[in-house]
């Protein structure tokens, strides 16, 4: 698994839907890439700010804008 298959299966982590296959390949990801596991803890911790707040919804041109800037810092840390 690299830091690409990590962010697609982001959100089916986090919603328990992964399966216990996957789960292994990204928990074994999250021990060798600091990048990911900054990615999971902010993304966890975003979670929780939000839990019981009044749900913000984003337009789509800043959620592709939000992904593409995550992809572009993924492929830069996946060349280094």
Known sequence: MNCTD????LTDYFD???SPELLKEVRTHL???DHCKVVLNT???TIEVYRGNEIYDISDDLRERLHSA???KCL???RA
């Open 6 to 9: 990590f962010l697609s299966q």
């Open 16 to 18: 328990g839907q992964i």
């Open 31 to 33: 021990e060798e890439c």
């Open 43 to 45: 993304t966890s911790k």
């Open 70 to 72: 995550i992809m572009t």
């Open 76 to 78: 830069a840390h996946k």
